[in-house]
Each structure stands twice: as C-alpha cells, then as structure tokens.
C-alpha cells in the first residue's frame, strides 16, 4: 500500500509555532516580574529513534523558554520520553513516576509529562491514568510535535491532558522548531516497522513503516551542515527498506548518494540495517561514497536458523554470514555490531552454542546483548517454551564473556595505527583529554590537541587500545 505523504498542514504549523509563543510570553512576563525562571528535566529511555524525539522535544522546551534543571527535585517541567521494549525501562519509569509525587507537593506549578512508545499501549495509559494521578500530560509516538499545545492546555486549564494517537502517524514535515543544531546529529528518514519480529513490540508503538521524501531529508541535512553539523546518522528501523512506500520510490543505496553529494557533509552513518533486506547496492555505495563511514550495525539477534525463524526474521545463520563475508571483501576495514537476544522462548543450548559461532565467526566490533523480555501483545508471550530467568542470565554472561573479548582482541590491531577522529568535546573524566569517533565508530581519548579542534576531523596515533575505546595522540 502507498502512503500519501502529507506536509503539515500551515495552520498545525503556525499552532506550533503559536503556542511555543504563548508559553515563551508567559515565562518571561514571570522572569520580569521577579520570579525565577521555569527549567526542565528530561529523561530518555531506549534506542536513537527515542533519542531524537528527545532532541526535538528539547529544542521546543528551549524555544518555549525552559533551561535545563540539574535535577528533578529542580524542575518546573519533568518530562519521561519512555521505551517499551523491554520490561526493566517500564518498570523503572513506575519507580521514578512514584518518587515524584512529593515534588509535586512542593511545587504546584510543576508539570509532570510521560509520552514515547509506553503510551501507545491502552493499558499502560489506563495504567498511568489510574495509580499516578500527579501525572499532568500522557501522549504517543505520533502526536511529539502537538507537546506545546498540549503543555499550554495543562498550565492553563489545570487538568489533566491525555492524547493518544493510534494511527500510525503522517509524516510531517516543515516544523521548525523541533531541531538543535550540534557536530552530530540524527535525521529520521522513516517511521515505524513492518516487520514484526515475534518478540518486538515497535510495530504496535511506532505504526506501520513510512518513509520520508528524499528531498525533504536532504534539504533538513544542507540546513544541519550550514549549521555546523559534519556528521549525520540516517535513521529508521530497517533503512534498507527505506523509499518504498514512496509514489516515486528511491533505494536507500540512491538516497545514501544524494546525501554523500551535499557539500560540507564529512561523514554520513545509518542504523538499523535488518540483514534480509540490505542490498548488494547499499554494500557497494558503503564501498564507493567518501562519506560513508565503514561501519555497519547488523542486528543477528540469534545464530541459530531455527530459532531465528521462530523470531520471523526472514534469514539463515548462513545468509548473514554471506552478507558479513561479502561486505568484508568490498570494505577491508569496515566494523560490525550488531544486537544479540539471549533467552527467546525455546532456546536450546546448541542455540547459545549457535550464537557464539557467529561471534566468533564475524568476530563484532561490538554488541548489545539483550535477555528476552515478554511483551504484552506480541506472538512470543504466548509461546508456552519461556526460559527461566537464571538459565537465560547464566546464557547471557556466558555471551557476553565471549563478546567482551573479541572486542578487546579487534582493537589490539588499531595499536600505533593512526585513525581520522572526528572530535566531539572534551573527555568526562579529563578537560584536557578530547574526544571523538573513528569512521568506524571506536571512541577514541586523546591527548595533544585543544578545545578549538571541536568539530573538526583530526589524526591521531592510537597508543592504547580497549576493549569499549582507545587512548591516542594527536598526530598532525
Ligand atoms: N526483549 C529483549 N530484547 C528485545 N529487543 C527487541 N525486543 C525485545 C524483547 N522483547 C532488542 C532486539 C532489538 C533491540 C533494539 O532490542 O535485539 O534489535
Ligand atoms: Fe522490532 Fe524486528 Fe522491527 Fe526491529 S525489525 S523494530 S526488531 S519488529
């Protein structure tokens, strides 16, 4: 089915730019009359998609007027941009939602909001609605740029505001104030999943999959790049897939070329690749564009066929070695990670055995592992084989063991090589220590260089390689 790509109405535009306003209006009539300025907390749970809503959310609260608040105890506006793929994030979002009641004792003016993939689930809201009545705004995944709206109703009709949206969401375009500009930064370029892997409830939360017109990408990356954004992060689902449900299809290979030519760009990243649908073109475009960096994330989730068809997705533990193997002979020097499950329903022990093969096959860069959660409403919480929760820990330590020290091994090769950093800021633990990424995406510390290279594509000499980053020197 083709989806008809809408631009956002003017008028739902200009309500978003008008409330964005009003509330703008009303902090700073309070700053000018004395009172202290309004801040905001932010908390993201989850994967980049989730990440970015976050970015925009905070570059309306920073339209708005909001600073950002140290702390919860701090804010005038707590907000929890929720994930629901696993149990462990909901649990923690009912933990830190009861906590916060006795703020809202201290702080009438405070505003408590809790919207991303949670609320897309009738139960959890009905849930929210129910034992946490100090919550002040609940909305989904496909309504994130009506927050002003809803945040203006909640200051000023003090009540309650819930909306939810159950379609699976137009794509909208033409907002303006929903990016920050900084060196990195994400681009959607769809929505949504179509996949249904058995286990994962991000086609229930995000809607079926969408894409956005390649023009409409383009154009938000020239306006990062003018804004000194160097490296951008193409973001979807399963971008492989990306274009197709467009009137005028594009590939994803194509879209990666019009990217690779906009001029200022240094370095352009993608994920998440779902290893039956990535083409020969989209290896060869890695292999061709300057821009692409040599680094690719390939969730396997299981090495076992059989359990991987259980999963419904859609390959062989043969077929991604093949696609490993082949793009390893275009790109030489290209890094993998990927996503591993350990303790889907039925997992026998010559399935872990499988797992461990293809890490030591692939031998990753590195890897999130991952012990299978039930979710409500997908195939896989019914399935009657569950593993008990000490076989799958006992699974996944063993898992990890394996992982942890390929990864360790995989970077000894970087020792007294030099790399292209692009540099990010200063390091945590260290001002004087900078720090960056590789084009294969290793976090690399490094001495010699000053704040001013911020921004910039640097070489340094690795001298101490990690096994989860790398120390260096700064070489020119
Ligand atoms: N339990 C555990 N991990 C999950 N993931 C998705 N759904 C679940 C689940 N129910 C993992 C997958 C996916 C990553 C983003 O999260 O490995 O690739
Ligand atoms: Fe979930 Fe599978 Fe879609 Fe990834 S491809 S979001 S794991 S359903």
């Known amino acids: 089915m083709k989806r008809k790509q809408i631009e956002t109405p003017i008028e739902k535009i200009f309500d978003q730019e008008k409330y964005i306003e009003l509330i703008h209006n009303q902090l700073e009539s309070e700053r000018n009359s004395g009172k202290k300025g309004r801040s905001c907390f932010l908390t993201t ?71 991303g993939c949670m609320m897309q689930q009738p139960h959890i809201v009905e849930e929210i609605k129910k034992k946490y009545k100090h919550v002040d705004i609940i909305f989904g995944t496909h309504n994130l740029y009506t927050f002003p709206e809803l945040l203006y109703k909640a200051m000023t009709e003090n009540e309650r505001v819930v909306d939810v949206w159950d379609i699976d969401g137009e794509v909208v375009e033409g907002l303006k104030s929903t990016r920050l500009f900084s060196v990195k ?90 290893p039956k649908d990535i083409s020969d073109d989209v290896i060869y475009a890695m292999r061709d564009l300057d821009k692409v960096c040599e680094f690719l994330h390939l969730p396997v989730q299981a090495g076992s066929t ?53 890490c030591k096959r692939v031998r990753y860069d590195s890897a999130f592992t991952f012990i299978y959660s039930k979710r409500q ?54 001002d004087e220590v900078l720090t960056g990424k590789t084009r294969q995406n290793k976090t690399v510390n490094f001495t010699g260089g000053s704040k001013d290279l911020v921004g910039q594509l640097v070489n340094v000499k690795i001298t101490n390689p990690k096994s989860f980053s790398m120390d260096g020197e700064l070489a020119n």
Do not use: W
């Not at 696993?86 to 003016?109: F, H, I, M, S, T």
């Not at 062989?316 to 030489?332: C, G, M, N, S, V």
């Not at 090589?417 to 945590?428: N, P, R």
């Open 45 to 115: 749970y989850g994967c980049q998609m989730n990440e970015h809503d976050s970015e925009k959310l905070s570059s309306m609260i920073k339209a708005m007027g909001y600073t950002s608040a140290l702390s919860e105890k701090d804010a005038d506006l707590i907000i929890f941009n929720t994930c629901a793929v696993r149990e462990n994030a909901e649990l923690k979002v009912y933990g830190n939602l009861g906590a916060l009641k006795q703020l809202k004792k201290k702080n009438p003016n405070l505003k408590i909001v809790v919207c």
């Open 185 to 274: 930064a994400f681009v959607n370029i769809m929505y949504g999943c179509n996949n249904f892997c058995t286990y994962c409830i991000v086609p229930y939360t995000r809607g079926r999959e969408r894409s956005r017109e390649a023009v409409d990408i383009v154009n938000e990356i020239k306006e990062l790049v003018k804004n000194g954004t160097k490296e951008v992060t193409l973001l979807g689902q399963n971008v492989n897939s990306y274009g197709k449900t467009l009137d005028n299809p594009v590939s994803f290979a194509e879209l990666l070329k019009m990217v690779n030519d906009i001029d200022g760009l240094e370095r352009i990243r993608f994920m998440t690749s779902h």
């Open 306 to 358: 059989s359990l991987l068809k259980k999963m419904n997705r859609h390959y062989t533990k043969e077929q991604y070695l093949d696609i490993i193997e082949k793009a390893r002979k275009e790109i030489p020097d290209i890094a993998f990670s990927t996503d591993i499950m350990i303790g889907f329903p039925g997992e026998t022990e010559e399935d872990v055995e499988d797992t461990i093969d293809v």
């Open 377 to 430: 409403g997908t195939p896989a919480a019914k399935y009657t084989d569950q593993i008990p929760e000490d076989v799958k820990h006992e699974r996944f330590n063993r898992v990890l063991e394996v992982i942890n020290e390929i990864s360790g091994e995989v970077n000894k090769k970087y020792k007294g090589k030099t790399v292209e950093v692009l540099v990010e800021g200063t390091s945590k633990k260290n």
